[in-house]
């Protein structure tokens, strides 16, 4: 252990987007963060993933642009990655106080007796984040401060509304919220805290997929959002941070809607 901040982050999905900003708002309020990334690239092999995911050069530039982020290229898919990773959180500054699992995928573009993306969206959407809490929880209610430490997934809009030939992607949304909400419930008493916040139409790569499937431009994404345009990041983002800070414990079990107003 070579440095001890104030408080300890974990990020996944960390190279770009949505997880980026996440790692860059957390950095900025003074913590110290694990951006955690598959990195895989153009070449990632998910079925029915058209889009290239972010590649190694991007998480190291994340990381490279704070003293206290160090990236590290693990698959949310793998249990054991994700608690070596914690470890290596817990090595590197001897404490966890908080974990964001962003990590996700999106595709579709078929009604769901045509479209075979179930299983990627499962295993990363869903699995993934079960493994990242799976992982960090324990080392939250075993550290110095339980009561100030806490778990926050991005879910989305589709976590509470069907989405239009992404079935499979608004079970995992939906699935995500269900196990924020029962992971909150076993945390009772603990002081450690889950959280689900879901973004809308923000302007990442996704965003873009998605716009991709529907074969419209990412601006029309954006009718159901009374923001009237693409959401930043880093609002997201902001969100995301008010819900890792101590006074966030208001928001246990919940959903945070950081969709622009968005009306499905």
């Not at 239009?164 to 608004?170: D, K, P, R």
Request: with cysteine; aromatic share 4%.
């Amino acid at each position: 252990m070579t440095d001890a901040p104030r408080r300890v982050a974990l990020v996944t999905g960390a190279a770009r987007g949505i997880g980026a900003a996440c790692v860059h708002t957390l950095a900025g309020e003074g913590y110290a963060v694990l951006a955690v990334d598959i990195a895989a690239g153009a070449g990632h092999g998910l079925p029915g993933v058209d889009y290239p995911l972010a590649g190694r050069e991007q998480l190291a530039a994340v990381a490279d642009a704070h003293e206290h982020v160090e990236a590290l290229v693990a698959d949310v898919r793998d249990a054991a990655a994700m608690r070596a990773a914690v470890d290596r959180a817990e090595a590197r500054w001897g404490r966890l106080d908080v974990a964001v699992a962003a990590a996700a995928v999106i595709a579709g573009g078929a009604p769901l007796w045509e479209d075979d993306s179930l299983d990627v969206q499962w295993d990363i959407d869903v699995r993934g984040v079960w493994h990242t809490a799976a992982a960090a929880v324990p080392a939250m209610l075993h550290g110095p401060e339980p009561a100030g430490c806490r778990f926050v997934a991005l879910a989305s809009v589709a976590g509470d509304h069907g989405l239009f030939h992404l079935t499979a992607y608004t079970m995992a949304k939906h699935a995500v919220v269900g196990l924020v909400r029962g992971l909150a419930a076993d945390l009772a008493g603990t002081g450690v805290t889950a959280v689900a916040v879901s973004p809308g139409a923000a302007r990442t790569r996704m965003l873009e997929a998605t716009a991709a499937i529907y074969d419209v431009p990412v601006e029309d994404l954006t009718a159901h959002q009374l923001a009237g345009e693409p959401l930043d990041p880093a609002e997201v983002a902001a969100a995301v941070a008010f819900c890792c800070r101590p006074e966030g414990r208001v928001l246990n079990g919940s959903v945070v809607a950081a969709d622009g107003g968005f009306r499905g």
